[in-house]
Every structure is written in structure tokens, then in C-alpha cells.
């Protein structure tokens, strides 16, 4: 016999599933994103496993974008032609989509999103500070992008999600999201861990810190978050990106890892990666 009671397990999935829903789709109307056995990426990639963790994916997103506006090409295109500052959060959300659709659509779907992002980097140039001319289709831009949201997309996951992941499984990573990387095309693009450690490191002299990174650090890492408990998961979350970043961006952008509370972070980011999967797999 079926019980009448409510259960409270269930509703309280329904709302973390709710919530999560209503930060990544801007209207409850907009259609959730189907998995395709004949997506770009193959079903039972590692790529799979490492874009489908919510709260990682999260945190490794805020350390990205951390990283990428060291680059000052990178940091022209958001600066001079995106409302960055006054929509923070549209822009997570159209950056997840696109990650999402390059892993889970349908090729075709994943095709069309990669023409479109290529059609508004078009027009998307102008000059630097110093003069310099940038352009957001630049290969070697569209490199830096690609490699700094890769790595920390993965270091987050395996801090906090999978920390035994084996080196083979890293390099498959590399190999499976290089696809979308060349599409939009970006060159050079790693296909292991080595060679994507090896390129940041290239891009090491070209990165700076300055006022307009100052600026774009402040908005996202001060980001209001609404009523007190959202406050504190979004301190643990900028906590965890900053602890992910690679220690030569930390230092540039003069930000500490967490020293004594470290364990405390890595349990609290842990346990809202396994809550959030939880309500997202019911």
C-alpha cells in the first residue's frame, strides 16, 4: 500500500533540483537539455563525468573566469563588448549552456552553438591599453580561454569529486574537450595534461594584473547572494575557485588559499557536491 504521507527526502530534493534549475535556466520555460548518444562527446567520457558535477563545475567556472582576465586579450572582449557587470549571472548561464550543449546535445545542436559563438566573436575586437589590437577569433586567445577553463574545471572535480582520478583518465580529458576548442578555433590545443600545463605556462609573461582585473575580481568574488545561507555556500564556493587556481594567478591577484580552514572547506564543498548530485540523479 502506497503511503499518503509526504516525504521529506523527496521534497527536499525537489527543491535543491529546483534551485539549481533556477540558477542555470533563465525562465522555467526554457527546455532542459536532453543527453544524446550522438553528442560531440562520447556517453561514458570522462568529460562526461567531469561537466556533469554541478558544484564543481561551479567552482572551477569562478576560478576560470579568475584566470582568464589575466590575459589582457581575454580581458578586452568582456571589458569592451559584454554587460559583464550588470549581468553576472546571464553570463553563467549562457557559458554552462554552451559547455553543456558541446557535451550532451546532439552534434548537430552542438554545431549550431559553436557557429554562433564564432559569429558574435566577429565582432568582437578593438585595441588595448598599450595599442595592441585583439580580436576575440585570435587562435591564441581562444587558447588561453580554452585551456585555463579546462584545467580548472578538472582540478576542481578532482579536489573535491574524484581526488584518486588517474592520470590516464586527466589526459582523456584534454582529449575529449579539445574538439569543441578547435572548432571555435583555437590553436595551439592540448590533448593531454602535460601539454595543457605546459601551454599556461607559455602564456605565463602575457598574463597581468592590473585596475580592470581589480575591477572584475571585486564583482565576482563580492557578487550579493540573497538571504544568509545562500551567502555562506557562496563564500565556500569563491573560497574553493580561489584554492583551485593555479598559485602564480592566486599571487598575481593577491588573493590566499585557505590555510587553517582548509579541511572545513574541502568537507563543506564535498557535501554540496554529493547533496547537488543527489537531488539532480532522483
Not at 533540483?17 to 550522438?38: K, M, N, Q, T, Y
Not at 587562435?139 to 582540478?155: S, Y
Not at 545561507?229 to 585557505?258: G, N, Y
Amino acid at each position: 500500500m502506497t503511503s499518503l504521507l509526504p516525504n521529506p527526502a523527496a521534497a527536499v530534493r525537489r527543491r535543491l533540483a529546483r534551485e539549481v534549475h533556477a540558477v542555470f535556466h533563465a525562465s522555467p520555460d526554457e527546455p532542459r537539455l536532453l543527453r544524446s548518444p550522438d553528442a560531440l562527446i562520447a556517453p561514458g567520457s570522462v568529460a562526461w563525468r567531469v561537466h556533469g558535477d554541478v558544484t564543481t563545475m561551479m567552482v572551477g567556472g569562478i576560478a576560470a573566469l579568475l584566470l582568464q582576465m589575466l590575459h589582457p586579450a581575454a580581458l578586452a572582449g568582456v571589458w569592451d563588448h559584454s554587460d559583464f557587470e550588470a549581468d553576472m549571472l546571464g553570463r553563467l548561464r549562457r557559458t554552462a549552456r554552451f559547455i553543456a550543449i558541446t557535451t550532451y546535445a546532439d552534434r548537430r545542436d552542438g554545431a549550431a552553438i559553436i557557429g554562433r559563438v564564432k559569429a558574435i566573436h566577429d565582432r568582437v575586437d578593438g585595441t588595448l591599453p598599450d595599442g595592441t589590437a585583439y580580436s576575440a577569433n585570435d587562435p591564441a586567445t581562444l587558447a588561453f580561454v580554452h585551456v585555463a577553463g579546462a584545467l580548472c574545471f578538472l582540478d576542481a572535480y578532482i579536489r573535491f569529486a574524484e581526488p584518486r582520478m588517474t592520470r590516464a583518465d586527466q589526459d582523456l580529458y584534454f582529449a575529449e574537450v579539445a574538439g569543441t576548442a578547435i572548432a571555435l578555433g583555437a590553436e595551439p590545443v592540448p590533448t593531454s595534461r602535460a601539454e595543457a600545463e605546459a601551454l599556461l605556462a607559455a602564456f605565463r609573461p602575457a598574463l597581468v594584473a592590473d585596475g580592470r582585473t581589480a575591477h572584475i575580481r571585486r564583482l565576482i568574488l563580492g557578487a550579493p547572494a540573497g538571504h544568509p545561507a545562500a551567502a555562506a555556500v557562496q563564500t565556500m564556493l569563491m573560497q574553493a575557485a580561489i584554492d583551485v587556481l593555479p598559485a602564480r594567478a592566486r599571487a598575481m591577484h593577491k588573493l590566499e588559499p585557505s590555510r587553517l580552514t582548509r579541511p572545513m572547506l574541502n568537507l563543506g564543498t564535498v557535501g554540496l557536491s554529493r547533496a547537488l548530485r543527489w537531488a539532480l540523479n532522483g
